[in-house]
C-alpha cells in the first residue's frame, strides 16, 4: 500500500489534492462487457473482485448511478456478526466472517475489522429462551456463540443499566466474540481499489435505466451513458431491487423501507463493544474516532427516500437511553436514512432468474453489511458458473414459490 509523508499530505492539501493518485480508474463504458454488475456498493463491488480474482473474469464492469459506498454500504452501523438461527443463513454469514478475518490483507487495504464482540440483549424469559435455542444451534454448526447473564454483562459493560426495576430489565445475552465492526467505506474503497488493479472498469454516474433482453436472454442495459452491451448482468442494487427487476420484466417478494442511524459528538472511548436490543429497539457501538453510533428499528411505511420519520428517532433514542442512562446527556451531531429491501423470511435473494444471464443479488433487508465479502465470492460463483454456490443455493427466487422460506426475523435482532 502506498505510503503519504505529513510533508506529502500537506503538499497534496494545498494542492487541492490535484497530485494525489486516483485509488481506481474513472473508467469509460465500454460496448461489451462478459458481465456487468449493477450497483457499486460493497456486495456489487465484492461480487467483480471475485470474479476478476476467483473465476478469471476481468472484462467486467460496476455501473454505479451516483458514487461508490454512497448507498446503504456507507450508510450502516457496521455490525459484523454470524449468529443467525438457521444452518441456511449461519453458513453463509459465516462464510463472510471469515473473509472478513482475512480481508484487510487480501485486498491490501484496512477495513480495521475489529472483532470487539456483539451482545444481544435478552429482556423477558421467551426472549431468554430464543437466545439459547440460538446459542445452541450456533454451536452446532461450529459458530462461536454463549449465554451469558446479568452479571456478566454489567462486569464487561459497566455503564449498561442491569436494575431490576428498569422497565426493560435485561435478563442476560447471547455473546458472540468473533463479532464486531468494520469500516463501512473503507470496504467499498478497498474493494473498488483492488477490483479495479484486476481490470475491472469501475463506473461511477452511470445509472442503469432499462435492461435489453432478446430471445429470453440477456443482452445489455440501457444507462445514463449509453447502451452498453453484456452475456451477463447481476443487479446488486439493495433498496432499488424492485425497481431495477421491473426493468426486465420481474416483481420481487420485497418491501422497502428507511432505516435510519444516527451518530453522537465524540467522547473518550466508553463503550469497547457492540450492545444491541431487539425488545427496546436500539443498537449502539462507538466508532474509533469517539462517536456512540446508534441505530433504529425500519420506518414501518415503504418509501425510497433515505430519510425517516421523527417518531423512530424519539423511540430509538428512549431505547439507547433505557440502556445506557449515561448517555442521556450526549449531544447528536447527525443522522441520516437508508433504504433496505425486505423480503418475508428476512433473508435474502442471491439467485438466478427466468431469464438467461440475469442474477439478482438483493433483500438484504437491515442486515447485509455483514455478509459483504460473503454475498461477493457466492454470487461472483452463481454468475461465473450459471449455478449457484451450496452457500447460496437455498436462497434462490423459487423459495417463494416452493414454500422453503427461512425465517429470520428474530436473528436479524433489528425491529421489522
Ligand atoms: P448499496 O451499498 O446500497 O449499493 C447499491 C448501489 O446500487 C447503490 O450505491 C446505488 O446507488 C446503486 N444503484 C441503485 N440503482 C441503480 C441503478 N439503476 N443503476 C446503477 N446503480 C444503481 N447491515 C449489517 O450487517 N450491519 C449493520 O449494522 C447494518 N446497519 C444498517 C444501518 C442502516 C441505517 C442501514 C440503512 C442499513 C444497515 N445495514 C446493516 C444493511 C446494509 O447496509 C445493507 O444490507 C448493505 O450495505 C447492502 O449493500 P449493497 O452493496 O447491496 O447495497
Ligand atoms: O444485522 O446486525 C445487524 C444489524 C445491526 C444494525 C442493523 N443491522
Given at each position: 500500500?502506498?505510503?503519504?509523508?505529513?510533508?506529502?499530505?500537506?503538499?497534496?492539501?494545498?494542492?487541492?489534492?490535484?497530485?494525489?493518485?486516483?485509488?481506481?480508474?474513472?473508467?469509460?463504458?465500454?460496448?461489451?462487457?462478459?458481465a456487468i454488475i449493477v450497483g457499486g456498493g460493497g456486495h456489487g463491488l465484492a461480487t467483480a473482485y471475485y470474479l476478476a480474482k476467483v473465476h478469471g473474469m476481468r472484462n467486467v464492469a460496476v455501473l454505479e448511478k451516483g458514487w461508490i459506498g454512497g448507498g446503504n454500504t456507507g450508510r450502516n452501523t457496521t455490525i459484523v456478526r454470524s449468529n443467525y438461527l438457521w444452518t441456511e443463513a449461519s453458513l453463509l454469514y459465516e462464510k463472510s466472517i471469515q473473509l472478513w478475518e482475512g480481508l484487510s490483507q487480501d485486498l491490501n487495504y484496512n477495513v480495521m475489522f475489529s472483532q470487539r464482540g456483539v451482545y444481544n440483549i435478552g429482556h423477558s424469559l421467551q426472549d431468554m429462551r430464543d437466545i439459547e435455542r440460538r446459542v445452541?444451534?450456533?454451536?452446532?454448526?461450529?459458530?462461536?456463540?454463549?449465554?451469558?447473564?446479568?452479571?456478566?454483562?454489567?462486569?464487561?459493560?459497566?455503564?449498561?443499566?442491569?436494575?431490576?426495576?428498569?422497565?426493560?430489565?435485561?435478563?442476560?445475552?447471547?455473546?458472540?466474540r468473533r463479532a464486531g465492526v468494520a469500516r463501512h467505506d473503507a470496504v467499498a474503497w478497498g474493494f473498488a481499489r483492488a477490483a479495479d488493479a484486476l481490470g475491472v472498469d469501475i463506473i461511477e454516474q452511470c445509472e442503469v435505466t432499462g435492461i435489453d433482453v432478446e430471445g429470453g436472454k440477456v443482452v445489455g442495459v440501457q444507462s445514463s451513458r449509453g447502451r452498453i452491451g453484456a452475456d451477463k448482468?447481476?443487479?446488486?442494487?439493495?433498496?432499488?431491487?424492485?425497481?431495477?427487476?421491473?426493468?426486465?420484466?420481474?416483481?420481487?417478494?420485497?418491501?422497502?423501507?428507511p432505516l435510519q442511524a444516527f451518530v453522537s459528538e465524540p467522547l473518550k472511548p466508553v463503550l469497547d463493544t457492540v450492545v444491541m436490543s431487539g425488545a427496546v429497539h436500539g443498537y449502539i457501538s462507538q466508532s474509533d474516532k469517539g462517536e456512540l453510533v446508534i441505530g433504529a428499528g425500519i420506518?414501518?411505511?415503504?418509501?425510497?427516500?433515505?430519510?425517516?420519520?421523527?417518531?423512530?428517532?424519539?423511540?430509538?433514542?428512549?431505547?439507547?437511553?433505557?440502556?445506557?442512562?449515561?448517555?442521556?446527556?450526549?449531544?447528536?451531531?447527525?443522522?441520516?436514512?437508508?433504504?433496505?429491501?425486505?423480503?418475508?423470511?428476512?433473508?435474502?435473494?442471491?439467485?438466478?432468474?427466468?431469464?438467461?444471464?440475469?442474477?439478482l443479488n438483493c433483500g438484504w433487508g437491515t442486515g447485509g453489511f455483514k455478509a459483504t465479502p460473503g454475498s461477493g465470492w457466492v454470487f461472483a460463483h452463481t454468475i461465473a458458473n450459471d449455478e449457484p454456490h451450496e452457500l447460496n443455493a437455498p436462497f434462490s427466487l423459487e423459495r417463494f414459490t416452493s414454500g422453503a422460506l427461512i425465517d429470520e426475523h428474530g436473528a436479524a435482532a433489528v425491529a421489522h
Open positions: 500500500m502506498k505510503r503519504y509523508s505529513a510533508l506529502g499530505l500537506l503538499r497534496n492539501a494545498l494542492s487541492h489534492n490535484r497530485n494525489w493518485p486516483e485509488a481506481w480508474r474513472s473508467a469509460e463504458p465500454k460496448k461489451h462487457y462478459d445452541n444451534a450456533n454451536r452446532l454448526v461450529g459458530i462461536d456463540a454463549e449465554v451469558v447473564d446479568a452479571a456478566q454483562i454489567k462486569k464487561a459493560i459497566p455503564h449498561i443499566n442491569t436494575s431490576a426495576t428498569a422497565r426493560y430489565p435485561i435478563l442476560g445475552a447471547s455473546l458472540q448482468i447481476g443487479v446488486v442494487v439493495a433498496g432499488n431491487a424492485s425497481v431495477v427487476a421491473a426493468m426486465a420484466g420481474l416483481r420481487l417478494p420485497i418491501e422497502s423501507h420506518d414501518a411505511y415503504n418509501g425510497y427516500g433515505q430519510r425517516g420519520s421523527f417518531p423512530t428517532i424519539e423511540h430509538t433514542m428512549q431505547a439507547i437511553i433505557e440502556l445506557f442512562p449515561i448517555f442521556s446527556r450526549v449531544r447528536m451531531l447527525r443522522l441520516w436514512g437508508g433504504i433496505v429491501d425486505v423480503c418475508p423470511d428476512a433473508c435474502p435473494i442471491l439467485s438466478k432468474t427466468p431469464i438467461d444471464g440475469l442474477f
